[in-house]
């Protein structure tokens, strides 16, 4: 079984301040780690995904995340806030032993919002 | 990219009838098709995973009776409410994968707002 934990519901910052999203898993076999964004009444758009390899990824926007095993987790941060930026967050975790029916197991989302 | 169309986008019904969901895949072949299902300010509920050809497979608590998955094609999965009542209204999202393996990427479709009055 796998989880995903995102703390809070809701987080503030100013145009042009840092973004911290905090993402905590729990999986019992390596982990795939994704964060996707969701703008209102849309689908999810990925952002970026950790597979194997490198553990800082970048995505798009100029967001990037950092898998760290030892704390079991995947922060998603952006240097700098746009407006645009503004938006509801997923972190999610596949279990990836179910070949094509993989499933993602999303955490519960934070919501963005961007001060001007 | 690869882009999933989700029909109709908005659809208001009334209590005790039923109304269908479409989800196409527009530029691929989805092995793969995905229902999620959406309460506001919250996470995503996996209703079902569908797969070309054959029935699909309903997470634990989820009704099969009530939500009907038809996987026809490799580009088209539908979802259908039967016998809506106010509590089925909610975002459903359905998402594809193109390939069969874990590690080929979900396309999302841009959901579709179910309203039972």
């Known amino acids: 079984a796998q989880s995903v934990t995102q703390l809070g519901s809701h987080v503030s910052v100013s145009e042009g301040a840092l973004v911290l999203l905090r993402c905590n898993y729990s999986?019992?076999?390596?982990?795939?780690l994704f964060w996707y964004v969701q703008y209102p009444n849309q689908g999810l758009q990925l952002l970026l995904k950790y597979t194997t390899g490198a553990t800082l990824v970048k995505g798009i926007n100029g967001f990037e995340a950092e898998f760290k095993k030892s704390e079991t987790s995947f922060h998603l941060t952006k240097p700098s806030a746009h407006m645009s930026d503004a938006a509801e967050y997923f972190c999610a975790v596949s279990d990836r032993g179910a070949g094509a029916n993989s499933k993602l197991t999303f955490g519960k989302g934070i919501t963005l919002s961007v001060r001007p | 990219g690869a882009v999933v169309s989700q029909h109709p986008s908005r659809v208001i019904c009334k209590s005790g009838t039923s109304v269908k969901i479409e989800c196409r895949s527009l530029?691929?072949?989805?092995?793969?098709m995905f229902w999620y299902r959406q309460f506001p300010k919250q996470s995503l509920m996996l209703m079902a995973t569908?797969?070309?050809?054959?029935?699909?497979?309903?997470e634990q608590g989820v009704e099969k009776d009530k939500f009907l998955i038809n996987h026809a094609s490799l580009t088209l999965s539908t979802l259908t409410v039967t016998s809506a009542h106010p509590e089925d209204s909610s975002f459903y999202i359905c998402s594809a994968r193109s390939q069969g393996n874990y590690n080929s990427p979900l396309h999302f479709g841009n959901g579709t707002r179910l309203t039972v009055t």
């Open positions: 999986s019992s076999v390596p982990p795939y």
């Open positions: 569908s797969n070309e050809g054959s029935k699909a497979t309903y």
């Open positions: 530029d691929f072949q989805a092995t793969t």
